[in-house]
Every structure is written in C-alpha cells, then in structure tokens.
C-alpha cells in the first residue's frame, strides 16, 4: 500500500533552516509527483509547491520563491523540503502528498510539526 | 494568488444533503477542470475525495459528488452521516501553473 513517512517534529530559531524528509513506499517513486502543502494551527492549507522525483523538476508558490527548495533521493524514495530563513509565521505542519491524479494529491504524509521560535 | 473562497461553516442534520461552494476565478476555477476536493478530520492529514471537479477516486462513497458551473465548484454530500464531520477543502490548478486552496469549511452535522 502506498505511504508516505514523514521526518519527526522540529523546534527551530528564527532565521535558522529546517529540511523535513518525506519516503515513500508501495509505488514507483519516480512515477509521481510530490507536492508540499502547509497549515498553520487552527488554519487552512496553502500550497508551496511540487517536484518531480524523477526529473528533479521543481516549482514554487510565488510567496516561497527564495526560501525554499525540494529535493530528492530516489536511491531511498524519498523528498526533502528545506525552508530558510525562518520566522514564527512559518510555524505549521507540514505536509508531503503524492499527485496520483491530475493535479490531485491521493496520498498524504502524516505531517511534520516544525515551531519557530525564539 | 488569493485563496479560493469558501464558506467557513455549514451544517445539516443527520440523512440530509449539504452543498459546500468553492469560488475562484476565470484563471482558476473557472479556466481549468482541475478542482480537488479533502476531508480533514481534527488532528488528521487531508483525505483525497474527488478530482477533476467530480471523479471520485475507489474507495470514496457514492455519496460525494462534484460539480463546477463557471467560477464556481461545489461538492454535495447526501444523506449526512455523522462521520462526515470534518474541515473541507477545495483545490485548483492556475494560470500560472500553481495550485490554490479553498480556505476550509467546517461541515457540522447536527
């Protein structure tokens, strides 16, 4: 069965950088694209972007441009999202998700909880 | 890119159908049949529900449909059971090949 496992939770200072780790398993990693989506507690999701494993193809949200950067490693399936320069309001979960249908997420990683703060 | 607006809550008895609304634009929603729709229950990652505004995928009950008329998408859910009580969310393909969300709906069923 497909899943996606997310890296544990992370506490962060302002200014510094977080990659959280996203393997998948039960499917071809490269066959998908991996896409990044964010909530912050108590709020909506917002889309950060997408990468394609096997391409390393990569695309942005215009608010992130800069700050964040999608990588991969296909010899272990697995995505990585590194976010700089952060700030309080980058504090969310973070999630991976596989795009099993035109520009649909199918499958979701458990979330990874980063806190920036000082 | 604005999000897409949706109504923040909506409730309906037990048996009943509800609509959630999802509305963009015409280089959003309107320009593309690349609607998504999740489920988000508390404390629980987003579950894939409908795409392509109203393919559902196996696995999800006849019960959720979709549907996009101009701007704006919708997702019904007939006879409202108790478990269908969650956040929802929709989701589109842009011009400027990005996805935007919809901002939630808290769906409550009474």
């Known amino acids: 069965q497909v899943q996606l496992v997310q890296s544990g939770a992370e506490v962060k200072k302002p200014g510094a950088s977080v990659k959280v780790s996203c393997k998948a398993s039960?499917?071809?990693?490269?066959?998908?694209?991996v896409n990044w989506v964010r909530q912050a507690t108590g709020q909506g999701l917002e889309w950060m972007g997408w990468m394609n494993p096997n391409s390393g193809n990569t695309g942005y949200a215009q608010k992130f441009h800069g700050r964040v950067t999608f990588t991969r490693n296909t010899s272990i399936s697995t995505a990585y999202m590194e976010l700089s320069s952060l700030r309080s309001e980058d504090t969310a979960i973070y999630y991976c998700a596989r795009v099993g249908a035109p520009v649909a997420a199918d499958y979701w990683g458990q979330g990874t909880l980063v806190t920036v703060s000082s | 890119q604005s999000a897409l607006t949706q109504p923040a809550s909506v409730s309906g008895s037990p048996g009943q159908s509800i609509t959630i609304s999802c509305t963009g634009t015409?280089?959003?929603?309107?320009?593309?049949?690349?609607v998504s729709w999740y489920q988000q229950h508390p404390g629980k990652a987003p579950k894939f529900m409908i795409s392509e505004v109203s393919n559902r995928p196996s696995g999800i009950s006849n019960r959720f449909s979709g549907s996009k008329s101009g701007n704006t998408a919708s997702l019904t859910i007939s006879g409202l059971q108790a478990e269908d009580e969650a956040d929802y969310y929709c989701s589109s393909y842009t011009s400027s090949s990005t996805v935007v969300f919809g901002g939630g709906t808290k769906l409550t069923v009474l």
């Open positions: 039960g499917y071809i990693f490269t066959s998908n694209d």
């Open positions: 015409n280089s959003d929603v309107g320009a593309f049949n690349y």
